[in-house]
């Protein structure tokens, strides 16, 4: 567990500066073919940098030692899973490796058409399509398939990261109200009653596409593993704007218990804290994101 005196909010710093020099350099050592196209930077998350190279391909290299060891876990596990889900994702065509340029692996994915859907909120009929995508990923993974320590795992052993973002928000903003904290009370009273499945871990609306109002994508899935699907049902209020949308969502996944709705609901409030805690440093756009799971779990359902 993370102790307040640790917690450092923003995004942390890399470990190695990534840029389009180096990527250029990886490519002529181990992809010579890919090596004269052109290279644009994308953007940097807090494990990976990104770049566009040429029209239809994407370089993903680690900024910090994290990163790798999740991109070691895209590399191996998203070509099987992609023939199963209804919604594109960036299943490595290439595999980079460490060498004396570079210590980490890193990956070429495909380019992926939309807007992540913190810029391009989807459409109202988008649940249903968010609960099929859902359904097809929560299938039991196999036993050697990756565990995280952060996701997925029994809300109890997120507690003390919840109260430390709760304190580190406070007088900074009001948006962490008594109501947000009873949802998360609830859910640590719910009780764990749902086999491990396989998880994407981190359905936020940065690491989701949408095209022309519809869900195109899920990106980023570094925090891949088995766990408790109810941090990825978590999603329902980070990506789906009006409360009726969220109903059709949870009502066509009737498989999904109680239970678990209750547990998915403090997921997204501690989704809620971190990214709005997060977005109060360095990132507007994690600050909105973070204040509309707040408030619409709120506004329920």
Do not use: C
Not at 14 to 20: G, L, R, T
Request: hydrophobic share 50%; charged share 25%; proline share 9%.
């Amino acid at each position: 567990m993370i102790a307040l005196a640790s917690h450092v909010p923003g995004t942390p710093a890399a470990e190695i500066a990534v840029d389009a020099d180096l990527a250029r350099r990886l490519l002529a050592a181990q992809h010579p073919d890919l090596a004269d196209q052109p290279i644009a930077f994308l953007a940097s998350g807090w494990d990976n940098a990104i770049f566009r190279l040429g029209s239809d391909l994407l370089l993903r290299l680690p900024r910090r030692e994290v990163g790798a060891r999740l991109i070691a876990h895209e590399q191996r596990w998203l070509p099987g899973l992609k023939a199963h889900l209804p919604l594109a994702i960036p299943a490595p065509v290439r595999i980079g490796v460490a060498d004396d340029a570079f210590p980490w692996p890193w990956s070429i994915v495909p380019w992926i058409e939309g807007e992540t859907a913190d810029l391009a909120w989807p459409d109202d009929d988008q649940g249903e399509v968010l609960a099929a995508f859902f359904r097809a990923l929560h299938v039991p993974a196999p036993a050697e398939a990756p565990r995280n320590p952060f996701r997925g795992v029994p809300l109890v052993q997120r507690a003390q990261v919840f109260a430390d973002r709760d304190r580190s928000l406070s007088g900074r903003t009001d948006r962490v109200t008594e109501g947000v904290r009873a949802i998360w009370a609830d859910a640590l009273a719910a009780p764990d009653d749902a086999a491990p499945t396989w998880i994407q871990g981190d359905p936020h609306p940065r690491n989701v596409l949408v095209r022309d109002g519809r869900l195109s994508a899920v990106i980023d899935w570094g925090d891949m593993a088995q766990g408790d699907r109810a941090s990825d049902l978590a999603a329902v209020w980070m990506l789906l704007a009006e409360a009726p949308a969220r109903a059709r969502a949870m009502a066509a996944l009737p498989e999904v218990s109680i239970a678990t709705w209750r547990r998915a609901r403090g997921w997204a409030a501690l989704y809620g804290l971190m990214l709005l805690d997060a977005g109060l440093a360095d990132d507007p756009r994690m600050e909105d994101i973070g204040t509309k799971i707040l408030e619409r779990l709120e506004d329920g359902p």
